[in-house]
């Protein structure tokens, strides 16, 4: 990867105080070619005083801050993910690097993924890989295999940014689990699920993760994940329809907000009869149903 190369790092973060210094001290601020962009969705904690130290600090150390925080009081990560790459001003790299605002990225990581991209033009995006958990190893194996990726840490190639930018193939700003939808855009190349290949993903092995193990009992992280079961309920489902736009009409046909499909598609839908996911299920689709008359 030679040194013209320029990174553009953006970090998404909701309500993650307890994370975000330790996400940002991961991230090499210092290195001219990577600039960050810290990019706080309507959070009500001090994410953004944390950022904004940061900045002020690395401006203090280096004459030059390269590290820029946005504040917007809107949230939803998918609502944030197309503000930022889509609407915001003198944003432009050859690379874009997404990282969640809990995660810690390991030394090393940005310029393998640059380095990644760098190395075949035919590749759109590259996947870090989660270093720390139960099932790390085993998704690392899955990752590989079938080359997706997560959304605590990925890399988008600039060309494929600039195609997107010129569709105008934007997420539902309801979208949850936004790494499965980014990863078939990038697999398709923007066209339909006929036009998939699973090399237009880089797995790549020397970038990586962590994230904060889960403390089973504590009730904070107990309710974090009782909340987080009921949301993998929704994108199970809304990863049936937009399945279903993909193999049909194509991204251009994607809806601004999921819910707009909802009423087309809840009277197909039922729990599934797993006991994990039976309950989640039933939460996750009475959420769906009460967005329909929001």
Sequence with gaps: MGSAVKIVVAVLA???????????????????????HVVVNGSTDRSATIAREFERDQGERQGRARLTVHDWPEGGKARSWNRFLFDTPDVEGDVFVFVDGDAQVTPGSIPALASAIAADPAVNAAAGMPRNGRRAEQYRIEMTASRGLFGDLYALNGHFVAKLRASDIR?????????????ALAKTDLADERDWRDERIEPCAGAGFLCEPAALGSPRSLR?????????????????IVSAVMREAGPAALPARMADLYPEWLGRFRPRRHPVWWWFDRQALGRMRASCAA
Excluded at 14 to 36: F, K, M, W
Excluded at 171 to 183: A, H, K, N, R, T
């Design 14 to 36: 909701h309500n993650e105080q307890r994370r975000i210094g330790a996400c940002l001290a991961s991230l090499p601020l210092g290195d001219p070619a990577v600039s960050v």
């Design 171 to 183: 997420l539902p700003v309801d979208l949850i689990g936004d790494d499965s939808l980014i990863g």
């Design 224 to 240: 974090i994940q009782y909340r987080r079961m009921i949301n993998y309920s929704v994108r199970h489902f809304q990863n049936r």
